[in-house]
């Protein structure tokens, strides 16, 4: 897929990858990697802000789901921003009381060049100790 990470902080999640290696027979993104970067994009928000909190947990996705907008014609990128203060502080209240805690992260896709949206991801994850 040639994955490349643009951006990995306390903002937010963004990563991007070309159109060439993940093109389909109309000459747009194919839909599995559209899917698999937003679930990489959310599963890579997760880890970094756990791993920030020096948290040893496995990280699995439980269910998600996919709205396609539009066809992505070129480099294509999914933006995951933080969530809620709110649904953060109960995710890891969850995890803290009963070594499992679950929680859902949005991902919004978009085309790189035009910055035209291409679709949303919401996937509920869970974490549990190692």
């Keep these: 897929m040639q994955i ?20 389909n ?3 747009s993104v ?3 990697s559209l899917s ?8 890579t928000y997760l880890h970094r802000e ?14 998600n789901s996919m709205e396609y907008a539009e066809p992505a014609l070129g480099r294509f990128a999914a933006k995951v921003e933080p969530v809620a203060e709110s ?8 995890l803290e009381r009963k070594g499992k805690g679950r929680i859902t992260v949005q991902s919004r896709l978009f085309e790189v060049e035009t910055d035209t949206p291409l679709g949303v991801f919401e996937g509920q994850f869970v974490a549990v100790w190692v």
Excluded: K
């Design 4 to 23: 490349r990470v643009n951006q990995a902080d306390a903002s937010g999640v963004i990563l991007s990858a070309p159109l060439d290696p993940n093109i």
């Design 25 to 27: 027979h109309r000459d």
């Design 30 to 32: 194919f839909g599995g």
């Design 36 to 43: 698999a970067l937003a679930i990489l994009s959310a599963w």
């Design 50 to 63: 756990l791993s920030v909190l020096e948290y040893e947990v496995r990280l699995v996705i439980q269910r």
């Design 87 to 94: 649904e953060w502080e109960r995710f890891i209240r969850m």
